[in-house]
C-alpha cells in the first residue's frame, strides 16, 4: 500500500508542528515522493540526524509502504 | 544478528568508503542505488559496494546498523554518511568531495 501525500504531510507535521511541507509527486503516481521539510527542530542538528527525524515522524513507513522518499531539510532563515 | 553486526563493522571498517547498494555499480537495480554510485564516479574515488540484494541478513541488519531506513548507506572511514539525499546535498555544496580529502580516501584507478 503506498502512502498518499496528504497521509505524509499529516505525519511529519504532527511530530514537527511547525514543519513547512512541501510535496512534489515525482512519478504522478502518488508513490514516489519528494519532500522538502523546513523546520526550525532542525537546528543545531546535522543533516543526518534532521533527515532521522523526519523518518520517525513517518513512524517506520519509510522503506516500507512508502518507498521513495527523496528528502531534503532546511532550517528556516 | 550480533554476528552479521561484526561482519558489517568488518566491512565498513575495511576499506575507506563503502557503499550498501542494490545491485552493482555496473546495473544499479534501484534509481536511488544509481544515483549514490554517479555521486562517488564523480568524485573520482576508490569504493567497495556491498549488493544487499545479494545478502538478506546484511541488508536487513544495515538499517539496525546505522538506524537508518533506507538503502543506500554510505560509510567513509567507517562512519556512517547518509543516503543518497545527502549524498547529493553533500555534492553540491563541495562538502562531498572535501571530506573525501581531508579523509585522505584513496582516488580510483583511471
Known amino acids: 500500500m503506498p502512502m498518499a501525500g496528504s497521509e505524509i504531510e499529516t505525519a511529519i507535521k504532527s511530530a514537527l508542528p511547525e514543519a513547512i511541507v512541501v510535496l512534489t509527486d515525482l512519478a504522478g503516481d502518488d508513490d514516489h515522493w519528494a519532500a522538502e521539510v523546513t523546520a526550525p527542530q532542525f537546528a ?3 543533516r543526518v540526524q534532521q533527515h532521522k527525524m ?3 515522524a513517518l513512524g517506520g513507513r519509510m522503506g516500507g509502504a512508502l518507498h521513495a522518499l527523496q528528502l531534503t531539510t532546511k532550517i528556516p532563515t | 544478528m550480533s554476528d552479521t553486526n561484526t561482519r558489517i563493522s568488518s566491512i ?3 576499506s575507506d568508503v563503502v557503499l550498501f547498494m542494490k545491485g552493482t555499480p555496473l546495473f544499479p537495480q534501484c534509481g536511488f542505488s544509481s544515483k549514490a554510485v ?3 564516479e ?3 574515488v576508490s569504493y567497495e559496494s556491498v549488493d ?3 545478502d538478506m541478513e546484511v541488508r536487513q541488519a544495515i538499517k539496525t546498523y546505522s538506524d537508518w531506513p533506507t538503502i543506500p548507506q554510505l560509510y567513509v ?3 556512517f554518511l547518509g543516503g ?3 549524498m547529493m546535498e553533500m555534492f553540491e555544496a563541495g562538502e562531498l568531495q572535501q571530506l573525501m580529502d581531508e579523509e585522505n580516501v584513496a582516488k580510483a584507478d583511471s
Open chain 1, 44 to 46: 543545531g542538528k546535522n
Open chain 1, 54 to 56: 523526519v523518518y520517525e
Open chain 2, 12 to 14: 565498513v571498517t575495511g
Open chain 2, 38 to 40: 554517479a555521486i562517488l
Open chain 2, 42 to 44: 564523480h568524485c573520482g
Open chain 2, 52 to 54: 544487499v540484494l545479494q
Open chain 2, 77 to 79: 572511514k567507517g562512519e
Open chain 2, 84 to 86: 543518497s539525499d545527502i
